[in-house]
């Protein structure tokens, strides 16, 4: 039918006239042009195609909800832990899906929040790996309940291990990412249950509370200047931490040189809601009235597990920073005591290097999960 209706189709005069006519000639520029205009098209197909090569693609099932009971609450779930008070709820929330590599993260402090982690959201759905984010009991999004012989580190110790099996972590999969005051609690989850653990990352903590207060007044403090230094540690003499001009003189002459190096303006929403929400009967108590020691009789003053960390035979990831508080030659020394352990080390970061030697954190921290992930 196709050939019959092109055959009874009319005619053209060329056609009807049997004359050969031929097609007009294209002069030579014009066919270069043509020519030139055909390649640009072809390059320009040839350069989507890489571009899309060359974009991340997503493990398979990294969005994948089935069997999830947090499916309605977009991955956020409270969890009950019993404690020596009694039993209280503290929030997580689960973020992608990966049956291998799952990475629960503890925030510092103590008492500070989950907050500050959220520039994860911008590194770890494309490197396919499953996070939670967590608030400790006493912070933020988490029960708050006004019991001081609550916060000490073999109870938040507990804490975590129930928070573990809730969430249906294993050796096959957990991984734990602590961060300052998180790296004192994950080192300590890990010489009790480290048989749960596939991965440890102790990030910006010293594994000596002592050597980190040296630090800080051998090294760090010295290089203030000296009227200023000598007004802030008369406020701490005087416990006068909640007068404005305290944390006024901290901020610009401390914060920003070894905190988080931008100019507080600057600082992400992320950061400046944690430190907003920080839990000052926690964080007292426990650390101290700031970020420049551990001092003042606070009950983490004499922590030390410097003899303790060749115990630790879980792959490990020590994170440390140049301009931290937290001593970067110790942080590496750490790395070299576990059975274990890798050091990566972020030149141009702080305390907060998650900000502000971002790319080389992260990039460090996927490439050692990936890689423990393969067995290497």
Known sequence: MRWRAAATEPKTDREVMNVHVPPPAIEPIALVRKSLALFAVMACLSCGEAVRAAEPTLPVGYFDNSGRVDVLSGGARTIEVQTPKGKFKVWTKRVGNNPRIKLLLLHGGPGATH???????????????????????????????????????????????????????????????????????????????????????????????????????????????????????????????????????LVPNYYTEHILRMPPEQWPDPVNRAFAHLNKKVYVPMQGPSEMGCTGGCKLEKWDRS?????????????????????????????????????????????????????????GLVTFLKDVDAGK
């Open 115 to 249: 907050e500050y982690f959220e520039a994860c959201d911008s590194y770890f759905p494309g490197a396919g790996i499953e996070y939670y984010y967590y608030d400790q009991l006493g912070s933020a999004r988490s029960d708050q309940p006004d019991e001081p012989a609550l916060w000490d580190v073999p109870r938040f110790v507990e804490e975590v291990e129930q928070v573990r099996q809730a969430l249906g972590l294993n050796r096959d999969n957990f991984y734990l990412l602590g961060h300052s005051w998180g790296g004192i609690l994950a080192m300590e989850y890990a010489l009790k249950y480290q048989r749960n653990l596939k991965g440890l990352i102790i990030s910006n903590m010293m594994s000596s509370i002592p050597a980190y207060n040296a630090y800080a007044q051998q090294k760090l403090m010295p290089a203030m200047k000296p009227a200023v230094l000598a007004e802030i540690l008369r406020y701490e003499s005087a416990k006068d931490y909640d007068n404005p001009r305290y944390m006024g003189l």
């Open 307 to 363: 003899g303790d960390l060749s115990k630790i035979t879980v792959p490990t990831l020590v994170i440390g920073a140049r301009h931290d508080t937290m001593d970067p030659t110790h942080m590496k020394w750490m790395s070299q005591q576990l059975a274990h352990g890798r050091y990566l080390y972020c030149p141009n970061g702080s305390h907060m290097v998650l900000y502000d030697d971002q790319q080389i954190w992260f990039t």
